[in-house]
């Protein structure tokens, strides 16, 4: 087992478009979670999955946002009509259900929206 | 209020010496604590976690836990250039099924 993947690394895209990202957490995990960041500041909770349940998803998140994890192993997330202000990093991370143990973040995606 | 507050930095240490590193929470029912360091452009990796009051070590890093005051730190002994980085703490929901960020502390170890 790798670790958290991630695809693609970097995006860069024009305001308007749609984009999808994927994340392959660990296999073992049933957790899947997505934060946002953006330079300076910490990781910004956006959604989980425990298993192919969607348990939780933040107030702060734009109906543009959707997340899939549907047979409860990948999962993609889609932006829809980007804008300027989607520009960030988005990470992936998984954990077991005991979230004690911490979570495991892939490498991030880094979206640019010009 | 934020839920998880760090003092930004930078944090500039001189190579060898004990980097010491502070965040306040502000859910009391929290009951797991996390320090994650994040080189610039990298994802964040997980180097200590913490759950009782008191001093946890591993290694070079101490991780320290008040509950009554809503606090945790991190000490970095005989810190090295390669400690530099941002440490972000982070802290678990009571229901345990998400972690909190606080907005990072960056460390600069000085040769």
């Known amino acids: 087992d790798t670790g958290v993947s991630q695809d693609p690394r970097h995006k860069i895209t024009k305001r308007g478009q749609n984009v999808t990202f994927r994340c392959d957490p660990i296999?073992?995990?049933?957790?899947l979670y997505w934060y946002r960041q953006t330079l300076g500041q910490g990781p910004e909770f956006l959604t989980y999955?425990?298993?192919?349940?969607?348990?939780?998803k933040s107030r702060l998140l734009s109906d543009r946002f959707s997340a899939e994890r549907p047979k409860g192993s990948f999962s993609t997330l889609e932006i829809q009509r980007t804008e300027q202000g989607d520009s960030a990093m988005y990470l992936c991370a998984s954990s077991l259900v005991n979230s004690r143990l911490g979570y495991t973040f892939g490498s991030g995606t880094r979206l640019t929206v010009v | 209020q934020k839920e998880v507050e760090q003092n930004s930095g930078p944090l500039s240490v001189p190579e060898g010496a004990i980097a010491s590193l502070n965040c306040t929470y502000s859910d009391r029912v929290s009951q797991s604590f996390f320090w994650y360091r994040q080189y610039s452009g990298k994802s964040p990796e997980l180097i200590m976690s913490?759950?009782?009051?008191g001093d946890k070590e591993d290694g070079r890093f101490t991780a320290q836990l008040n509950k009554a005051s809503q606090y945790v730190s991190l000490l970095i002994r005989d810190s090295q250039p390669s400690d530099s980085a941002t440490y972000l703490c982070a802290v678990a929901s009571a229901a345990g099924n998400k972690l909190t960020f606080g907005g990072g502390t960056r460390v600069l170890v000085k040769p």
């Open positions: 296999s073992e995990h049933n957790r």
């Open positions: 913490i759950y009782s009051n």
């Open positions: 999955f425990q298993n192919e349940a969607q348990l939780e």
